[in-house]
């Protein structure tokens, strides 16, 4: 199954950034860690190996396009195994990435491909976005992703409290029909630039 980098660099050039070929061979990399110690330690299911391209890498690079400029630093909450964060930080080199999940086992599977992949620029917490601001690593940050893994209903009374002034929140998920969430705006990414019609839910700081 070979790789289908065209459709990152169409998914890229849609949220305003041109991938340079060794960024290509970077997800090419991870596209490969995910198709076999993803699957294996069960970061990702099996049945989703004909979508990695696009499901996965492809529409986590998508993310970017709810920044109206590369934030300092993003925070990926509830991030599994790296994803959008990895895609990102491999588009968003200049960006740093906090990578945020509950479970161990995902940690230590994101702190390992972070270093095969050798991105200096990823910073792996096991936590929970609830802690977020008690804990004593925690600080405010410029963006914040959440792909498919917060509630958008439970975004709106946890994301506010953790932007800084102008900052904004990045959400997507699986949604059959545009989604319609009071705090977030709505970005429609065309059926041309991934499979299918997608959208992304995006939150502006005060």
């Known amino acids: 199954m070979k790789p289908s980098p065209s459709t ?56 970017a396009a709810g920044f109206a400029t590369p934030p300092s630093e993003v925070l990926d909450v509830g991030s599994g195994i790296g994803l959008p964060g990895i895609p990102l930080s491999i588009m968003m080199p200049e960006t740093g990435f906090t990578l945020l999940d509950r479970s161990g086992r995902r940690v230590d599977l994101m702190r390992r491909v972070s270093r095969v992949l050798g991105l200096p620029n990823i910073e792996v917490i096991q936590g929970d976005i609830a802690d977020w601001e008690t804990a004593d690593w925690a600080t405010r940050v410029d963006g914040i992703v959440s792909r498919a893994s917060l509630a958008p209903e439970l975004a709106t009374t946890i994301f506010p409290r953790l932007l800084r002034p102008g900052a904004s929140a990045v959400i997507g998920g699986s949604w059959a029909a545009p989604p319609a969430v009071f705090g977030f705006d709505l970005l429609e990414v065309p059926a041309m630039v991934l499979d299918q019609t997608v959208w992304l839910l995006i939150m502006r700081g005060l």
């Open 8 to 63: 990152w660099v169409r998914c890229g050039q849609w949220a305003g950034f041109d991938l340079t070929g060794s960024q290509i061979s970077r997800l090419t990399e991870y596209r490969q860690w995910l198709l076999t110690e993803g699957v294996a330690a069960g970061g990702i299911g099996p049945n989703e190996k004909d979508r990695i391209d696009n499901r996965h890498i492809g529409d986590s690079l998508l993310f």
